[in-house]
């Protein structure tokens, strides 16, 4: 078929493609006032379980909506949710906006990971589990967890398990100066004192492989049936709890357990929120000469720290904790 010249067509030509609309394209999203409010407590493979109205009683499933673009959402979340919120198997909703999160828990794989990652939002409190001994104590590690607790806006709650195995004194020497509460656990009693601390609020609990933490979750939450493991050979915990979830307790509240972790990055961290975790210290940095990275000789050599400690005012323990943290967060190696 010969190609007419354009000179002959008309308006008759024209070819409407079927199924285009003429309208133009808007950035305007719905609002979706009818929307649910739920509770994100599970998260798996882009699929999040989420308590409605923090019911732990109606669980839905859920997807995010495209509308969030990037936006995370962690266990502890606030949402909003659409679609199908019956919960029956099968159904799915979607997560059409995250509310304003109160707090977070953060941490980065290492000192010098430019990429934060979000455990936990909304928690009330971070419960800091360590075991007094099989694995022991360290106190490196209690001193990142405050400072990410004081950073994310969380209470700081140490709870030192094992006390049938070892003693605590010489721990809690250790932050005596910190107004810092303490509970002390063990394996053959009820945590009371610990469920007392808990009820009615969110908590997370953070700790190392092997120190006990899925234990306590199985009895202050039986249902839970976190899988528990022994401790291996060269006193490292294996890792039990695969992933974070938030689980109801008996008397109102929730405790999120979060898998075992071998290290807490700080690269998100500034030297202001390190000061933060040591209020003991912290007033001495007043004398301390500008840009002063309170590291000590022979980085600031000038840093009022060391006679504010020498006047008594703090231990050389805690000076020599507060500096470590400072040296990892610059990417240097940690000093003894």
């Known amino acids: 078929m010969k190609r007419r010249s354009w000179r002959e067509l008309d308006e008759t030509d024209v070819r409407v493609r079927p199924g285009r609309g003429s309208r133009p394209r808007t950035k305007r999203r ?13 998260v798996d493979r882009g699929r999040y379980t989420c308590a409605l109205d923090g019911d732990p009683h109606q669980r839905v499933v859920a997807m995010r909506a495209r509308e969030l673009g ?44 430019p990429f934060e990652r979000v455990v936990v939002a909304n928690a009330e409190q971070l419960v ?16 990142r967890c405050l400072v990410a607790a004081y950073a994310g806006g969380l209470a700081p709650l140490l709870c030192l398990t094992k006390s049938d195995l070892a003693t605590p004194d010489e721990l809690l020497e250790l932050y005596a100066n910190l107004d810092l509460p303490v ?39 039986p249902a ?28 109102g509240g929730w405790v999120v357990d979060t898998p075992g972790i071998r290290s807490f990055g700080l690269a998100h961290v ?27 000789a022979p980085e600031d050599p000038d840093c009022a720290l060391d006679a504010w400690v020498a006047e008594g ?24």
């Open 183 to 221: 509970v002390v656990t063990r394996f053959d009693a009820e945590p009371d004192e610990l469920r007392e601390r808990l009820d009615g609020r969110v908590s997370a609990l953070v700790g190392h492989s092997g120190v006990g933490k899925s234990t306590l979750v199985n009895k202050l939450v």
């Open 224 to 251: 839970a049936e976190r899988a528990t493991g022994a401790v291996s050979a060269i006193g490292k915990g294996r890792h039990t709890s695969t992933s974070a979830v938030a689980l109801p307790l008996p008397e």
């Open 128 to 143: 800091i589990v360590t075991s007094l001994t099989d694995p022991p104590p360290r106190p490196g590690f209690i001193d």
């Open 313 to 336: 005012h703090g231990t050389p323990r805690r000076l020599a904790s507060l500096r470590r943290l400072l040296h990892s967060r610059t990417g240097r190696e940690e000093q003894d």
């Open 30 to 42: 719905p609002e979706h006032a009818d929307a649910s409010t739920a509770l994100v407590i599970g």
């Open 270 to 296: 500034t030297p202001d929120d390190v000061l933060a975790a040591f209020p003991d210290l912290a007033e001495g940095v007043v004398e301390c000469p500008p840009n002063c990275g309170h590291l000590g």
């Open 70 to 113: 990037r936006k995370s959402v962690v266990i502890g979340d606030d949402v909003h949710l659409v679609g199908d919120t019956s919960g029956e198997p099968d159904a799915l909703a979607r997560i059409v906006r995250i509310g304003e999160r109160r707090s977070v828990l953060r941490r980065t794989a290492d000192d010098t990971d």
